[in-house]
Nanobody
Framework: QVQVVESGGGLVQAGGSLRLSCAAS????????MGWYRQPPEKQRELVAS???????NYADSVKGRFTISRDNAKNTVYLQMNSLKPEDTAVYYC??????????????WGQGTQVTVSS
């Protein structure tokens, strides 16, 4: 069993910055891919960014140039630095850790989510 816990969410003004953290614990498998998804009100959950153990990253077009994902493999922790925040970034942000072979997800665990609210 793997536990995933997010932190760092909150209220921020448009144009501001916020840094999210996600720590995985338990029976961590390696290598793995860690990532951030978000679900705005009344919308589907969508990928924000992901990063492999080797450091390969993937970003949604809507956050490229504004968000940066990074990780500390020794701590099994992933971070999301969010800059130039916009009201449309408001959502519940979810962290996940997964074992992936090519594009096939073999195991996946999700956190409970952390609320990010960007005011106008």
């Amino acid at each position: 069993q793997v536990q995933v816990v997010e932190s760092g969410g909150g209220l921020v003004q448009a144009g501001g910055s916020l840094r999210l953290s996600c720590a995985a614990s338990g029976n961590i498998f390696s290598p793995n891919t860690m990532g951030w998804y978000r679900q705005p009100p009344e919308k589907q959950r969508e990928l924000v960014a992901s990063i492999t153990s080797g450091g390969s990253t993937n970003y949604a077009d809507s956050v490229k140039g504004r968000f940066t994902i990074s990780r500390d493999n020794a701590k099994n922790t992933v971070y999301l630095q969010m800059n130039s925040l916009k009201p449309e970034d408001t959502a519940v942000y979810y962290c996940n850790v997964r074992r992936v072979i090519s594009t096939i997800v073999l195991q996946e665990y999700w956190g409970q989510g952390t609320q990010v609210t960007v005011s106008s």
